[in-house]
């Protein structure tokens, strides 16, 4: 990671803190955000950085030093001055709002609430300050493995059921009808979520989609078939070919999961996998292994009203019983 960062916060930012803002130095943490705080920062990267002090203390006098730092960051700034920041934020806004309750640590975390991009920011990267530990305290408290398991499940099925029944589906159209307009907003959508597969399935938080390509090259040696596959759709420049490669990492995801039994309560060879995965998704199947006993039950409702089984879907939706039926 470049030492650059470090100099500057330690030259330029922290000894105009200790001087006009002595107070602030030992209950604020400090990380350094984007590009500069993962240590891949180019010439094209400004600098975003967070100062963040306990609630009361921002209310007291976080204005006067967020103006302190603006002006020192007009006269200072090593990196591009557009876009650069060095903000002073409130504890509390870490972890999109839910900071405390993982500083708590009791009941049920609020896992759902907080987003892969901000887990993944406070676990890689770079702290330079942090004296009362906050930071590091919410590092060690939202480890990926500690990350629930039926919530990887949860993710790892969304993004399947998004691909397959949806974005791959309608992109593969669009390239048929040359739609070319509409392909090409498709087309961004599935290779983000191709990413995002990959690191649920690797069980990892992913980062601001600026820098998903960098973070996926970080995942295990597994993944490497994966990097490759997607490498060579960003290259591609055919439509037809881009739908093959998809087509292929789709297979392999399918396989890779099914192989390592992440997702046992779906077939993903079903005859109508994107049925199954809408179905699964619907009925929280990672939650409950058994939700195919709600789709023969509504199913056996159907038939014993006259209908076809097929039109299970009517039953569930409506929420219908056979004493309401009769």
């Not at 004296?131 to 919410?138: S, V």
């Amino acid at each position: 990671m470049s030492t650059a960062v470090t100099r500057y916060f330690d030259h330029a930012v922290m000894p105009v803190i200790r001087k006009q803002f002595p107070e602030a130095v030992p209950e604020m943490s400090l990380m350094i955000l984007g590009s500069v705080g993962l240590g891949i920062d180019d010439p094209l990267s400004d600098l975003e950085a967070a100062v963040y002090l306990p609630d009361d203390r921002w209310k007291a006098y976080g204005g006067q030093l967020q103006l302190s730092l603006n002006g020192l960051l007009a006269r200072t700034n090593p990196w591009k001055q557009e876009g650069s920041v060095i903000s002073v934020l409130p504890v509390s806004w870490l972890l999109d709002g839910k900071a405390q309750a993982f500083l708590e640590g009791s009941g049920d975390l609020p896992w759902e609430s907080v987003s892969f991009e901000s887990l993944f920011t406070v676990q890689y990267n770079r702290i330079v300050h942090d004296p009362q530990g906050i930071l590091h305290r919410l590092r060690s408290a939202t480890a990926p493995s500690l990350y629930p398991e039926p919530l990887w499940k949860k993710s790892i099925l969304r993004a399947l059921q998004q691909l397959i029944a949806e974005d791959y589906a309608e992109l593969r159209s669009c390239v048929l009808r040359e739609r070319l307009a509409e392909a090409h907003l498709i087309y961004g959508r599935v290779i983000e979520g191709l990413f995002r597969l990959g690191f649920a399935v690797f069980h990892r938080y992913y980062p601001w989609r600026t820098h998903l390509r960098w973070a996926f090259g970080e995942l295990p040696d597994e993944a490497a078939g994966f990097t490759s596959a997607l490498d060579e759709l960003a290259a591609s420049e055919r439509w037809n070919e881009r739908v093959e490669i998809i087509a292929g990492l789709i297979t392999s995801y399918k396989a890779f999961i099914t192989g390592h039994m992440l997702l046992p309560e779906v077939n993903l060879y079903s005859g109508n996998p994107g049925e199954e995965l809408l179905w699964a998704e619907r009925l929280s199947a990672w939650e409950h292994p058994q939700w195919r006993n709600w789709i023969d039950d509504c199913s056996r409702k159907a038939v014993q009203n006259g209908y076809s089984a097929e039109q299970f879907w009517v039953w569930s939706l409506w929420g219908w019983n056979k004493e309401a039926d009769q």
